[in-house]
């Protein structure tokens, strides 16, 4: 047989670091991707990379703590063995990172120093001046190219993703894609496909994310038959900075190195905020989550910013929802050291000093949770299986996702910093399992006996891109409907959810997914038509954004980022002991009641024209028992302490010693 | 507060004169479309808004124009253009600041050290090639387990960490006048990766630019890549090496990042010296 190759889609951290691993490991690479690889979206990540680390370890931390505070702040819904490999993972691949030259902010001594991130105790984030993720993938980038040096790897930066080959079996054995300038279609033939393709933030049209990022390879694999899940799961960053083209990153690390959040507790105060006293000064999350702070987990940060704002109308600005985040008390010298890179990216795009001014910011769309369903062989010792093919295996055999468009880790929120690790962590972890999955092949997807298939399912898309182009009589113009869409989104499925909103959204989008058929070209030219591939991205948000609709629609509950205040759980009201442990007992019963009914991870599977249906698929939560999130709700001493007493009751297992670890810390 | 002064004398529309290439080798010619004034715009705004309009100042459709770019918040580098004249990113070009420096227009055009793809997109390959060149990496034994990495003062980090930042955008060679432009058109009997292959050869063989030059003293700086800096300093000793540096200092005054390029030259110059002579005492 020819050489077997592997094609890995995206150029970011976790395609990348698969790369490179697969390299190493003397398989032939082709990577692809829509821009030259540095310059992918995970530049744009700021704070930080967690691991466990030779401080936090003496303080009482250990990879197991760090399971628990990711499966905690996702509130369970992710399969904690995949988590659990991670976190026993991380410190080695900051070693790495460390050994391939990041430059990570060091200490006096010259130790890697360390940050706290929001949704832990502990100081695990370590850190590369405020632009982490630009310096990690940079050392990853670099090793890369040294192996197209070596000539291992074949670089197709400029390259659209069209759609997997997918032969009678089922088995993927390649892909068709577009060239960017020349427009040319070409099949690539591969014994196995990585989706590194990153998050859908497109889809809610101004977000966190970069351009890149607008899901359409995660939509085209589901669109060949790949299951999508937790799509309803989009994280909502609790601070960026309002933009008319992108909503800007603030680093959670402002928070981390010291910063505070509040408003004025006089709204829409006018005075400037240096002349607006402490006592006048309103520290929302310091008040109502004195353990966390300033760093509770994002869902939490995001819901009471929003909150502040829209329902108890303090904004900083009456016609402009915003609230201050403050670093002016912390000095010169240690910001530029510590946030340099964000700082300058505020002051450039608002020409104002943050050193000086508290900033203003709101939330925005920032991370996908969920993505690409994935599989895993759980090991013995309930991690994953080194090696074993089947991991981050889409339901398509031979296609794999990693990075953000795959929907491990996470579950219903992400705790801050990592994104990073589950990016480089799936990305080296996958290729031994590809590797494996290679041997067990007979063959090569260059063997001639695949050219028919290949052609074929080339010749669809060319006939498919000439169709587009010779559209005629459509008077829609793509880029209206992308704002559209966008606002829609936006309103309905972001940091507040109710049924009858997300039923209309999906509606509105239904619309526009017809309207989009009508979309004429301003340009039908062969050479950087930028104009036909964004149309062809615009069709193809269309089945996420139903897949997250529906879901979100579904999900009677609320569970992390997810949030339906029709299906909220209230506290305690009552101060009577008798009263309040009833109102606890009760309150634990709802408790498992929701999870026996959705501790579930949503399926989509789509027909052929796009449209989503859904299943559900048990979660498996066999190292730590789902407990509640208690973050700051009244009442929280007494639900723990009645949940932890029928835990001791009903549950005698192994498992049931660990419940509680740190992080179960409620604050109220 | 630069963004909020002067709001009373802000235009109601502003003119954009772009300038338009229809793909490598063709003719430029320049289009004009007319912008509705609003406060906080940046170029990528204008841009998206001229690609909504789809029609120029004189009424007429036209196809939407070509541009790069991804991050918009100057992290990434891609929409590297020349705005007014000078070399900058399109998403921190913000237009109240340009209104003041050049009332009721903006001028947009696409590098010129670069070939252009079409429109305001240029192919800076010869940039990342010039990194190949030099050996800009960290030739680690292999990603096993190995520990940590070499401890590192902070004050060396703090050297590093900016010349870290680099991303590539091209602004400093655009600005050099020892940069010239390379660029060979395509044979029709060739295919794409003949093609990229006679490119990299007429790259190899011309200057490297400040942003190559740089990075050979992160690596060179860092305890594991010093162990082959003799390696990135022949590089730099080659061909279109450092000596092609006219030391005119633009590419300082021009980094988005304020990387301190000229140091970067000063120090692989003196590098190269050094080298240079032990190779002659070691032969």
């Known amino acids: ?668 | 507060m630069i963004a909020h002064a002067n709001q009373s004398s802000k235009p109601s529309s502003f003119e954009v004169r772009i300038l338009r290439q229809d793909g490598p080798g063709q003719p430029g010619r320049w289009e004009r479309h007319q912008i509705t004034y609003e406060p906080n715009l940046n170029v990528i705004s204008v841009l998206q808004k001229v690609a909504t309009q789809a029609t120029t100042v004189d009424g007429k459709t036209t196809t939407p124009v070509a541009w790069d770019c991804n991050c918009l918040e100057e992290v990434c580098g891609a929409c590297t253009m020349l705005v007014n004249g000078r070399t900058r990113q399109a998403c921190s070009a913000l237009v109240d600041q340009l209104l003041e420096e050049n009332p009721n227009s903006l001028e947009l055009r696409p590098m010129s050290k670069f070939p252009v793809v079409r429109d305001l997109v240029v192919d800076r390959n010869r940039m990342f090639r010039a990194l190949e060149r030099v050996k800009a990496w960290i030739p680690v034994d292999g990603y096993g387990d190995r520990g940590p990495g070499p401890r590192e003062a902070q004050d060396t980090q703090q050297v590093r960490y900016p010349l870290s930042e680099c991303m590539t955008c091209g602004c400093c060679v655009e600005a050099c006048p020892q940069f010239a432009k390379v660029e060979l058109a395509k044979h029709s009997d060739e295919s794409d990766e003949e093609f990229a292959e006679r490119q990299a050869s007429a790259y190899d063989q011309s200057f490297l630019g400040a942003a190559a030059i740089s990075q050979t003293m992160l690596f060179n700086d860092h305890p594991t890549g010093h162990m082959n800096a003799g390696e990135r300093l022949d590089a730099l000793m080659g061909a279109g090496g450092i000596q092609a540096c006219g030391n005119a200092q633009n590419c300082v005054s021009v980094c988005p990042k304020t990387i301190p390029l000229t140091t970067s030259i000063a120090r692989a110059g003196r590098q190269t010296t050094l080298h240079l002579i032990s190779k002659w005492f070691d032969r």
């Not at chain 1, 050489?3 to 990577?31: N, P, S, T, W, Y």
């Open chain 1, 1 to 668: 047989m020819t050489q077997q190759r592997v094609l890995v889609v995206g150029g970011g951290l976790a395609g990348l670091a698969a790369v490179m691993k697969l390299a190493e490991q003397g398989i032939a690479v082709d990577c692809m991707s829509l821009t030259p690889v540095k310059r992918s979206h995970s530049v744009c990540a700021q704070g930080g990379i967690n691991s466990v680390n030779e401080l936090t370890r003496q303080q009482g931390d250990n990879e197991w703590l760090h399971l628990d505070d990711t499966v905690y702040g996702g509130d369970f819904l992710q399969h904690q063995p995949p988590v659990k490999e991670m976190a026993y993972a991380a410190p080695g691949i900051i070693d790495l990172m460390d050994r391939l030259g990041v430059p990570f902010n060091r200490t006096p001594e010259g130790f890697r120093d360390q940050r706290r991130f929001g949704g832990t105790l502990y100081k695990r984030t370590a850190f590369a001046g405020a632009t982490t993720g630009q310096q990690l993938l940079y050392a990853l980038d670099e090793q890369v190219r040294r192996w197209h040096s070596a000539g291992l790897v074949e670089m197709y930066e400029g390259w659209d993703y069209l759609s997997p080959v997918i032969d009678e079996e089922g088995r993927c054995r390649g892909a068709i894609a577009q060239n960017l300038v020349t427009m040319e279609i070409r099949a690539f033939p591969a014994d196995a496909v990585v989706l590194a393709t990153g998050g859908c933030g497109l889809i809610y049209g101004r977000s966190t994310m970069s351009m890149a990022c607008n899901g359409s390879a995660a939509s085209r694999s589901v669109q060949a038959g790949a299951k999508y899940a937790n799509g309803e799961c989009i994280q909502v960053h609790p601070t960026a900075i309002p933009g008319a083209d992108k909503l800007r990153l603030m680093s959670e690390s402002a928070r981390g190195e010291g910063g505070r959040v509040w408003v004025p507790r006089k709204a829409h105060d006018s005075r400037e905020p240096s002349e607006i006293s402490e006592a006048e000064r309103y520290y929302f999350l310091e008040e109502r989550y004195p353990a966390y702070g300033n760093l509770v987990p994002r869902d939490i940060a995001t819901r009471e910013i929003f909150n502040v704002c829209v329902n108890e109308g303090l904004s900083v600005e009456a016609d402009r929802q915003c609230v201050y985040l403050d670093l002016t008390h912390i000095s010169r010298a240690e910001l530029d050291r510590k946030l340099g890179g964000i700082l300058h990216i505020y002051e450039k795009f608002q020409g104002v000093d943050p050193r000086e001014v508290p900033m203003k910011i709101f939330p925005a769309v920032h991370y996908s949770m969920g993505g690409l369903w994935a599989d895993y062989v759980r090991s013995a010792e309930g991690g994953l299986e080194p090696g074993a093919p089947q991991n981050h295996q889409t339901n398509i055999p031979g296609l794999y996702a990693i990075g953000e468009c795959d929907y491990q880790y996470h579950g219903g929120n992400r705790l801050g910093a990592n994104s990073l690790l589950s990016c480089i962590f799936t990305g080296l972890f996958v290729a031994p399992c590809i590797e494996n999955m290679l041997a067990s092949l007979p063959d090569s997807a260059h063997d001639e006996k695949y050219n028919t298939l290949l052609r074929g399912q080339r010749a669809v898309k060319q006939l498919e891109h000439d169709a587009l182009l010779k559209r005629t009589g459509g008077r829609e113009n793509p880029y209206v409907i992308h704002q559209e869409l966008g606002d829609v989104m936006t309103k309905a499925a972001t940091v507040v959810r109710n049924n009858d909103q997300l039923t209309s959204a999906l509606a509105t989008v239904a619309e526009l997914a017809e309207r989009t058929a009508n979309c004429s070209l301003s340009d039908t030219g062969n050479w950087t038509n930028q104009n036909v591939m964004f149309t062809k991205a615009l069709r193809d948000m269309f089945p996420i954004a139903k897949a997250i609709l529906q879901g979100a629609l579904a999900r009677d509950e609320c569970r992390g980022a997810h949030y339906k205040p029709e299906f909220e759980m209230p506290g305690i009201d009552t101060d009577d002991p008798a009263e309040k442990r009833r109102q606890a007992e009760k309150w634990c019963d709802a408790f498992e009641e929701k999870n026996r009914k959705w501790l579930k991870t949503t399926i989509a599977t789509f027909d052929k024209s796009g449209e989503p249906s859904l299943s559900y698929e048990e979660v498996d939560t066999s190292l730590i028992p789902p407990r509640p999130r208690l973050y700051g709700l009244v009442g929280a001493e007494i639900i723990e302490e009645v949940w932890k007493q029928r835990q001791a009751g009903h549950d005698g297992s192994a498992n049931g010693a660990k419940v509680g670890g740190t992080s179960a810390v409620a604050a109220s």
